[in-house]
């Protein structure tokens, strides 16, 4: 009894508002605080920043061990990714790294404490969900990409490096070159370079702007909005406590209230 008091209590405090808003201010002041030790600041400031950011991390650890004693079933709490991350990040912020010869790897750990923002705003959680949901579709579209980019690549290679080895060498090169014209990166400097010795060449470029400017990356757009629509409206159903399976019990309940309702009006008639 004392148990379910004491879990109701901290299940109380993690979904306060309140409280959440302070983790995300405690977020955002770790990632000022980074952001100030990349600065030339005196030794004084440098302590400062120290035990300030060494009082974070252990915010950070009791706002986790809260979540977790919030939990209703504790072996649930590890079986979402965000929980995992956020411990991990948060335990690894507890190992002593600033006077050793892994001082970096310590830095770059309290950096990523900057990505819980979105494991605590699920407006960003969804974003990032859908896009992870959308990366098997968006494989595809990529690799069909890289296939243009081949093709014109070698056809670059093999007319223009004579005009500008630096930009059309070998295909790699040109490629890149490629990559920069599809990001519309002075790319009219390259392809009047080019119509100097083969006026047609625009058709080149023109044609290669439409596959991956317009056509690909829109496609890109086209299928993560589409997954965050999907995603959203899944997330809109749990919070609902629907599912696929009481949304079909519902569409056929109302089919048969319909037939029962003809029915009737075939009766009175």
Do not use: C
């Amino acid at each position: 009894m004392k148990t379910d008091r004491l879990q109701s209590f901290f299940w109380a405090i993690r979904s306060n508002k309140a409280f959440e808003t302070f983790v995300i201010v405690i977020i955002i002041t770790s990632a000022l605080l980074i952001g100030a030790k990349t600065y030339d600041i005196s030794p004084l400031a440098q302590q400062a920043i120290n035990i300030a950011d060494w009082a974070i991390t252990f915010f950070f650890l009791t706002e986790i061990t809260i979540r977790f004693l919030g939990e209703e079933r504790k072996s649930h709490f590890f079986t979402q990714g965000w929980n995992i991350f956020d411990t991990l990040i948060v335990v690894a912020s507890l190992i002593p790294l600033e006077n050793s010869e892994m001082a970096l790897l310590g830095r770059l750990i309290r950096i990523f404490r900057v990505l819980r923002m979105v494991s605590i705003i699920p407006e960003m959680r969804l974003l990032l969900d859908a896009l992870l949901k959308a990366l098997p579709q968006l494989g595809y579209v990529v690799a069909l990409m890289f296939i243009i980019f081949y093709i014109y690549g070698a056809v670059g290679s093999m007319f223009f490096a004579e005009i500008n080895p630096v930009l059309w060498g070998d295909i790699s090169i040109a490629m890149l070159t490629l990559f920069r014209v599809m990001t519309f990166e002075d790319w009219t400097d390259v392809m009047y370079e080019t119509m100097s010795v083969y006026p047609l060449s625009w058709l080149y470029y023109i044609t290669f702007i439409f596959f991956t400017a317009f056509a690909f990356l829109n496609m890109v757009i086209g299928i993560v909005v589409n997954t965050l629509h999907e995603e959203s409206d899944r997330v809109r159903l749990e919070q609902q406590g629907l599912n696929a399976v009481t949304l079909h019990e519902i569409h056929d309940e109302i089919g048969e209230i319909k037939k029962i309702l003809k029915e009737r009006e075939y009766e009175r008639e």
